[in-house]
């Protein structure tokens, strides 16, 4: 299952969902995901119950994680022993498993987004 950082109750930026920040997020994560050769609403990263029979709990493509990590003012650290990147909405299947962004990859992704917007957007 996915877990909170440790240190959500020391959150000192949050940004609440709005049009405009949606499209400040996608534009930022787009241009970051240029050199992936994909972009954040083609990208979902989904979580299963277990490795051993995967049943899909959760899944949510990369726009959508970067708005909830605004909102949050954290990032979400995933397990990777079930969660991956995925081409395909509420898919859990290594063929359509995306080599790059790594889970990891965007777990840093988000880190950058956040301190984009702690230094740019807060205002």
């Known amino acids: 299952m996915n ?3 440790k240190n ?9 969902p709005s049009p405009e920040i949606d499209t400040r997020v996608r534009e930022f994560l ?3 995901l240029e050199a992936h ?7 979902y990263i989904t979580t299963v119950s277990n490795a051993a029979e995967p049943v899909v709990t959760f899944s ?8 909830d ?7 979400q650290i995933h397990d990777t022993a ?9 898919v859990y299947d290594e063929a359509v498993r995306v080599s790059s962004p790594s889970v990891r990859e965007v777990e840093a992704l988000m880190q950058e987004l956040l301190a984009h917007a702690k230094e740019h957007w807060n205002s």
């Open 3 to 5: 877990t909170i950082d």
């Open 8 to 16: 959500a109750a020391d959150v000192d930026f949050t940004l609440k």
């Open 30 to 32: 787009n241009a970051k």
């Open 37 to 43: 050769g994909t972009d954040s609403q083609q990208v």
């Open 60 to 67: 949510q493509d990369l726009n959508a994680l970067g708005n």
């Open 69 to 75: 990590t605004l909102e949050w003012g954290n990032v």
């Open 82 to 90: 079930v969660t991956g990147c995925f081409s395909k909405h509420w």
